[in-house]
């Protein structure tokens, strides 16, 4: 059975740096299209970043373009997400999601189905 654990959350001031993590265990991550999709309070669950299979592909939320990178460790069976410039409007609470053998990136939801507990960033102004 496949798990994701996001961590890496927390209270950081406007315009610093977070990086979050996610974690795979019972198959290699590099085997999984994966994704970063963030809930603010009372709002839906939104796309943030996306890496391909391969890793050859990241596509970005135009939100966070340019502040936010994503990359993957596969010796360390890890993702991240490399977070710069945070603003207020950036806390939200992140999931980070996978697709075993997808290839190719998606901004929706439904194309994973593996699912990390999320883990809560607060950006202060």
């Known amino acids: 059975q496949v798990q994701l654990v996001e961590s890496g959350g927390g209270l950081v001031q406007a315009g610093g740096s977070l990086r979050l993590s996610c974690a795979a265990s019972?198959?290699?991550?590099?085997?999984?299209?994966m994704a970063w999709f963030r809930q603010a309070p009372g709002k839906e669950r939104k796309f943030v970043a996306a890496?391909?299979?391969?890793?050859?592909?990241?596509d970005f939320a135009d939100s966070v373009k340019g502040r936010f990178t994503i990359s993957r460790d596969n010796t360390k069976n890890t993702i991240y997400l490399q977070m710069n410039s945070l603003k207020p409007e950036d806390t939200a609470v992140y999931y980070c999601?996978?697709?075993?053998?997808?290839?190719?990136?998606?901004?929706?939801?439904?194309?994973?189905?593996?699912w990390g507990q999320g883990t809560q960033v607060t950006v202060s102004s």
């Open positions: 890496l391909s299979r391969s890793g050859g592909t990241a």
């Open positions: 999601a996978g697709h075993l053998t997808r290839l190719e990136t998606s901004t929706s939801q439904g194309a994973y189905n593996v």
């Open positions: 019972g198959r290699a991550i590099s085997m999984f299209a």
